[in-house]
T-cell receptor, first 110, second 113 residues
Framework: GIQVEQSPPDLILQEGANSTLRCNFS?????LQWFHQNPWGQLINLFY???GTKQNGRLSATTVATERYSLLYISSSQTTDSGVYFC????????????FGTGTRLQVTL | EAQVTQNPRYLITVTGKKLTVTCSQN?????MSWYRQDPGLGLRQIYY???????DKGDVPEGYKVSRKEKRNFPLILESPSPNQTSLYFC????????????FGPGTRLTVL
């Protein structure tokens, strides 16, 4: 199956700092999503981004499908950004099966 | 409010006692899916359904059953739970099959003793 690797596995930031999270995948995809799992366990969809660039407030994401990676940018981080960020992909030609990476755990401190 | 609901949110049970975790969505979504989350392993797909009466196995289907008799409901059934099924379970739905934003339920934390 497709392999999904996220880096870094852990990240500690001071409030106000910027960060870049990376997702590498081993095969062509037709679906890529970024999720945030908050400290209470809730999973929130951040972006549906199989290719191109999207922005939503302080967050933006870029997927370069031909080079098999995606980046999530967090600017001016806040303590509410803490949690685990997951990348999930659906391999091209497979039906309806999202494969998740193991996540990047982010802690934003005051 | 558009949402995916799961019940129960927390469950402690014993080995072999059949249980059902319910999942319901009010967004008229075609696609629904179940995942389990374990430390260090991320989320792994158990089963998914592309429409009523259409279900298929994900990556870790052993020990689980599902049914999709109505569009809004997608229950997860553990016929004979074992301790290795202790996990955090999530139900998700999306408008179309997979190639769309997925919305997750709040999760069900299951402990099998």
């Amino acid at each position: 199956g497709i392999q999904v690797e996220q880096s870094p596995p852990d990240l500690i930031l001071q409030e106000g700092a910027n960060s870049t999270l990376r997702c590498n995948f081993s095969d062509s995809v037709n679906n890529l999503q970024w999720f945030h799992q908050n400290p209470w366990g809730q999973l929130i969809n951040l972006f549906y981004i199989p290719s191109g660039t999207k922005q939503n407030g302080r967050l933006s994401a870029t997927t370069v499908a031909t080079e098999r990676y995606s980046l999530l940018y967090i600017s001016s981080s806040q303590t509410t950004d803490s949690g685990v960020y997951f990348c999930a992909v659906e391999r091209l030609g497979t039906a309806s099966k999202l494969t998740f990476g193991t996540g990047t755990r982010l802690q934003v401190t005051l | 409010e558009a949402q995916v609901t799961q019940n129960p949110r927390y469950l402690i049970t014993v080995t072999g006692k059949k249980l059902t975790v319910t999942c319901s969505q009010n967004m008229n979504h075609e696609y629904m899916s179940w995942y389990r989350q374990d430390p260090g392993l991320g989320l792994r797909q158990i089963y998914y359904s592309m429409n009523v009466e259409v279900t298929d196995k994900g990556d870790v289907p052993e020990g689980y059953k599902v049914s999709r008799k109505e569009k809004r409901n997608f229950p997860l059934i553990l016929e004979s739970p074992s301790p290795n099924q202790t996990s955090l379970y999530f139900c998700a739905s999306s408008l179309w099959q997979g190639t769309d934003t997925q919305y997750f339920g709040p999760g069900t934390r299951l402990t099998v003793l």
